[in-house]
């Protein structure tokens, strides 16, 4: 099957830094990517839609100024959290979807810990 | 997207098969019903989907009720291994295809 890799697998930063994070579809294009969050013991919300060359959409409650996404190739897409804060902390997980549509594709997540 | 409901947790021994149930009694006539899975800390897997007919791959079943408001994923031989959350997802298919929302899905425990 399609493989999508994220980089860091986790991540401990201070608070008020930035961080950045990186999703990629390794053996297809993905013309669209997501990004979801869980908080412990909940399940994935979705935050935001990426078109490859487009502005992202942001689902309701999700700040567009906090949460930069960049969509610049057909492989990688990149989750900026600014100005980080302790209840940033959450498991964050990106996903590609083929071409084709049908299928869509998660990375093993990323962990975040603001201190 | 319609949405579904599924039991908060079901338990299965190993070897035996396990079914998951899911309704979706408001699905639409475009809309695909999508299985995934999440074992601890990892990102969801895909499992199986389907539109109408029953469909089989090398993980599971998939089995749809004729006028499909529900559904159920059929694991044949579960092992220890198959221990996680699964979700029933209804997604709209066709030339826009809609976004995977989560539920709370079906904590399956398979226990020796």
């Known amino acids: 099957g399609a493989v999508v890799s994220q980089h860091p697998s986790w991540v401990i930063c201070k608070s008020g830094t930035s961080v950045k994070i990186e999703c990629r579809s390794l053996d297809f294009q993905a013309t669209t990517m997501f990004w979801y969050r869980q908080f412990p013991k909940q399940s994935l919300m979705l935050m935001a839609t990426?078109?490859?060359?487009?502005?992202?959409?942001?689902e309701q409650g999700v700040e567009k100024d906090k949460f930069l996404i960049n969509h610049a190739s057909l492989t990688l897409s990149t989750l900026t959290v600014t100005s980080a804060h302790p209840e940033d902390s959450s498991f964050y997980i990106c996903?590609?979807?083929?071409?084709?549509?049908?299928?869509?594709?998660f990375g093993p997540g990323t962990r975040l810990t603001v201190t | 997207d319609a949405k579904t409901t599924q039991p908060t947790s079901m338990d299965c021994a190993e070897g035996r098969a396990a079914n998951l149930p899911c309704n979706h009694s408001t699905i639409s006539g475009n809309e695909y019903v999508y299985w995934y899975r999440q074992i601890h800390s990892q990102g969801p897997q895909y499992i199986i989907h389907?539109?109408?007919n029953n469909e089989t791959n090398e993980m599971a079943s998939l089995i749809i009720t004729e006028d499909r408001k529900s559904s159920t994923l059929i694991l044949p031989h579960a092992t220890l291994r198959d221990t996680a959350v699964y979700y029933c997802?209804?997604?709209?298919?066709?030339?826009?295809?809609?976004?995977?929302?989560f539920g709370q899905g079906t904590i399956l425990t398979v226990h020796p």
């Open positions: 996903s590609a979807r083929d071409t084709s549509g049908y299928e869509q594709y």
């Open positions: 990426s078109n490859e060359g487009s502005k992202a959409t942001y």
């Open positions: 997802i209804v997604r709209r298919g066709g030339t826009s295809y809609g976004k995977l929302t």
């Open positions: 389907g539109l109408k």
